[in-house]
């Protein structure tokens, strides 16, 4: 492999592999927890052929490698297992101070995105199936279509089992343990208590017998909880036990809290919800379709709707007709599939742009946790116009008194159970068609597309540099300049890394210095890297050590791939916070392939603003 004999020296000169208790890296060093430091030889890593330096520092032996560190990393995990457990998957995009529904999709997207794959493929299946027994290809009673429709609905129906171990992985809790909750909401025997309809208990305290399959706040909020109790778990239990002691304390904890308060919580309040909705429809009726259009993505996410089915299930009985949840249920749904479709047109990024498609389609088929899961959320524009959409599509549905006649889902391909009496099914479509329209506008204007337009940037730097020619880099933030030997840190003053400035900030907002394409963006955001077309390479790195934070008060306003002019907003930090903790804001910005420069000439100036000459490099 290629870099076989290089990682073989590092792993003998960190006094090896049984000297490391765990190993991560950041943007250009191997950063090892070692058990023992006299161990371990800094003179030795730096003599290695491929290592530019070595600092022992804050509680890591630091391997300083390079922009290629990720390639070194995976070969030294690969080849001597090294123990992974000093990793962290809570890399956060979060700001501080982002508001609780930024922060709620925030958490949402982040729980969600690693299953949002096979949603989407169980959800073109689900489609398809729609599609194939609409047009009479296949009737439902037939096997062909009851154990794709078992594939197809596991996903869904057991989605809470899904999220747990995903929910785990985002709040750094057990994963396994964490499905053990997963199972408990869509376990037969509970369906079954829930079926008898008789009362049940728990240690004394009563149980909302409430519907868990294919719901997500629920879990969320149940692992979330196992989280902070196992972190708290796990100070009091000796070693001796844990192995047994903390699931099993941990579960008896969050058992009775995960079915007695966090799990009923959103059938509670959805049944008030309900309650209210039932009243509106009583008193002012033209306005529940409005609710319901604008509102469903967020009555599904928390499983309100079902409530809201109960009670619409009601009023068919009573009245022989629904109005309270289908007709702006398939103005939202259609909605949802417009807003996708928006993006689709609109975005230049291949991946996104095959997903926004997909997930639009099977919406149009009544399928909306992958556009909800996998656009709305994620990009949260698309989001805000579905639910704008729906609640326009919804007014005229409510004011035209549009009536559901014949029960069936809120798809496409159901709009003729809207035939009856009156003229529902002209004005269901006529609403549609307005909440689509609405929606796909609204999306395809405000929706603001990660790939930007702009020339490419070539990825070989050595084939378009050009000889005897000067590239300009500019500030990226506002601060203090000060030569690089004075920064605190040996890779960054030694020069090993690249020639540079560095800058002391007096605001947490950077900017590119050039233009570029983001070459690199660690998941702790402390570090970016950009590429020029003429294959200037430029690194940022935000304060000393904070790859320790592990993205805490950093936001990316880019992500790796994105083409960006300079002047851009790249990344915003809170300076004040990461000072409080510690840590030195200080922050290099350096030519990374130096070499290939005659010379790099910094600015006089002491002081710089963001779009201030910083750098000049001559080839």
């Given at each position: ?33 070692l ?47 090294v ?13 501080e ?95 079954s ?28 909020l ?5 989280s ?32 007695v ?55 068919r ?17 259609m ?16 991946n ?44 005229w ?126 998941n ?36 790796q ?59």
């Amino acid at each position: 492999m290629k870099y076989t004999a290089m990682i073989k020296e590092i792993i003998k000169n960190v006094g090896g592999v049984d000297n490391i208790d765990a190993v991560t890296h950041c943007i250009t060093r191997l950063r090892f927890t070692l058990k023992d430091d006299n161990k371990a030889s800094i003179d030795g890593c730096k003599a290695i052929d491929g290592v530019v330096g070595c600092v022992n520092k804050n509680g890591q032996f630091q391997v300083v490698i390079g922009t290629h560190v990720q390639d070194v990393y995976d070969e030294l995990v690969k080849t001597y297992q090294v123990s992974e457990e000093g990793r962290t998957n809570k890399a956060s995009n979060k700001d501080e101070k982002m508001n609780l529904f930024g922060k709620l999709c925030d958490t949402m997207s982040g729980c969600v995105m690693p299953i949002v794959g096979p949603l989407a493929a169980s959800g073109m299946i689900k489609a398809l199936l729609v599609i194939l027994t609409q047009f009479n290809i296949i009737t439902t009673d037939t096997t062909t279509y009851q154990l794709l429709y078992m594939v197809a609905d596991g996903v869904f129906y057991y989605l809470p089992v899904f999220l747990a171990f995903s929910s785990a992985r985002k709040f750094g809790a057990n994963p396994f343990l964490a499905l053990i909750y997963g199972v408990m909401l869509v376990n037969p025997t509970y369906i079954s208590l829930r079926s008898a309809g008789e009362p049940v208990t728990l240690f004394g305290l009563p149980v909302t017998m409430a519907s868990y399959t294919s719901s997500v706040i629920p879990i969320i909020l149940i692992v979330y909880f196992q989280s902070k109790i196992e972190n708290i778990v796990k100070k009091y239990i000796p070693k001796a036990i844990s192995i047994f002691g903390v699931p099993l304390v941990v579960s008896l904890i969050t058992v009775p809290v995960g079915f007695v308060v966090l799990g009923p919580l959103g059938s509670i309040i959805g049944n008030y919800v309900a309650a209210i909705f039932t009243w509106m429809e009583g008193t002012v009726g033209w306005i529940v379709p409005v609710l319901v259009g604008g509102l469903c993505p967020l009555l599904v996410m928390t499983g309100m709707h079902y409530a809201l089915g109960a009670a619409q299930s009601v009023q068919r009985a009573s009245l022989g007709y629904a109005t309270i949840m289908a007709p702006g249920m398939v103005c939202s749904n259609m909605a949802q599939a417009a807003s996708s479709f928006g993006v689709a047109l609109k975005t230049k990024d291949g991946n996104l742009k095959s997903l926004a498609s997909s997930v639009g389609i099977q919406a149009l088929c009544g399928i909306t946790e992958p556009t909800l899961y996998g656009v709305g959320m994620v990009y949260k524009k698309p989001l805000y116009a579905a639910m704008a959409g729906g609640a326009i599509g919804g007014l005229w549905a409510g004011i035209t008194g549009v009536k559901q006649w014949a029960s069936g889902t809120s798809n496409i391909f159901s709009l003729p159970i809207y035939i009856g009496p009156d003229n529902s099914f002209m004005n269901i479509i006529i609403a549609v068609a307005i909440a689509m329209i609405s929606a796909f506008v609204i999306s395809f204007i405000i929706f603001k597309d990660p790939a930007k337009e702009t020339v490419a940037v070539k990825e070989t730097p050595q084939a378009a540099a050009e000889l005897n020619k000067k590239t300009v880099i500019y500030a990226p933030i506002n601060g203090n300049v000060i030569p690089l030997e004075q920064v605190n840190d040996e890779a960054f003053n030694s020069g090993s890394l690249g020639k540079g400035v560095g800058i002391v900030p007096s605001d947490g907002k950077v900017v590119a210095p050039v233009d570029g394409k983001v070459s690199v963006l660690f998941n702790t955001l402390h570090a970016i890297g950009l590429i020029t077309e003429n294959g200037t390479e430029v690194l940022i790195h935000i304060g000393l050590d904070t790859v320790k934070l592990n993205g805490k008060h950093f936001k990316a306003h880019v992500k790796q791939g994105d083409i960006v002019k300079q002047g851009d907003l790249l990344v915003t930090f809170d300076k004040e916070e990461i000072e409080k903790e510690g840590y030195d804001v200080t922050t290099p910005i350096i030519i990374t392939n130096s070499n290939d420069f005659l010379d790099i000439v910094e600015t006089n100036e002491s002081n710089v603003n963001a779009g201030d000459q910083l750098l000049t490099g001559i080839r």
